[in-house]
């Protein structure tokens, strides 16, 4: 499968611990996008990477960090973890060359929960 | 700070009547619009954008400048049509591909 991809599916923390959810882009898509899906709320952005540096972020609490490594991965460090984190994190990615379609190409998400 | 309303959690509909999922927006520029589905089980994926001006499974969408709506809708539901609907838009500018997502709506089409 060359599509995005999310590591791990299923994480189960207790507060106050850190925690690192990974992302793999589809092949040449050079942006990566994080957002975050709380019980009953929609897709909140997180942060945008392209090629490996940040292009945008949106509401991101300090606690939370990314990055995008050379090999185009992304990486959504959530340390010092509270209940209200808990939450599906997606990550997305989109072909940024060419036309630009604003298309966005989601992963699975990764479920965090928070005890 | 642009803002995408969708003001229905959950609508149910019968197979073959008409579906209208509303979309409504806040945004300052001239934005692009976007519909998202995500069936049972698999990833979101695109449905449709505004710029394209096309009809995807049956579905359309026209961007209302002046009531800023992208209302999404459908002549004939069918079942497999059922799955979670979401509103987006990306702000103007190039380079630009954060999208502000609804909430979503829950179309369920009964047989």
């Known amino acids: 499968d060359s599509g995005v991809t999310q590591t791990p599916k299923h994480l189960i923390t207790a507060t106050g611990q850190r925690v690192t959810l990974r992302c793999s882009p589809r092949?040449?898509?050079?942006?990566v996008y994080w957002y975050q899906q709380s019980l009953d709320q929609g897709l909140q952005f997180l942060i945008q990477?392209?090629?490996?540096?940040?292009?945008a972020k949106g509401n991101i609490l300090e606690r939370f960090s990314a990055q995008q490594f050379p090999d185009l991965h992304s990486e959504l460090n959530l340390s010092s973890l509270e209940l209200g984190d808990s939450a599906l994190y997606f990550c997305?990615?989109?072909?940024?060359?060419?036309?630009?379609?604003?298309?966005?190409?989601f992963g699975e998400g990764s479920r965090l929960t928070v005890l | 700070a642009q803002r995408v309303t969708q003001p229905e959690k959950l609508l149910s509909v019968f197979k073959g009547a008409p579906v209208e999922l509303k979309c409504n927006y806040s945004?300052?520029?001239?934005?692009?619009l976007f519909w998202y589905v995500q069936y049972s089980r698999q990833r979101l994926q695109l449905l449709l954008r505004?710029?394209s001006r096309e009809s995807i499974k049956g579905f359309t969408a026209d961007l209302n400048k002046g009531e800023t709506s992208f209302h999404l809708k459908k002549p004939f539901a069918q079942e497999e049509d059922s799955a979670m609907y979401y509103c987006?838009?990306?702000?103007?500018?190039?380079?630009?591909?954060?999208?502000?997502f609804g909430k979503g709506t829950k179309l369920s089409v009964i047989p």
């Open positions: 990477y392209y090629n490996g540096e940040e292009r």
């Open positions: 505004h710029i």
């Open positions: 997305a990615s989109s072909a940024v060359a060419g036309i630009h379609t604003g298309e966005l190409f």
């Open positions: 987006a838009l990306r702000p103007s500018g190039a380079g630009s591909y954060q999208l502000t």
């Open positions: 092949s040449g898509d050079l942006s």
């Open positions: 945004y300052s520029g001239s934005p692009e």
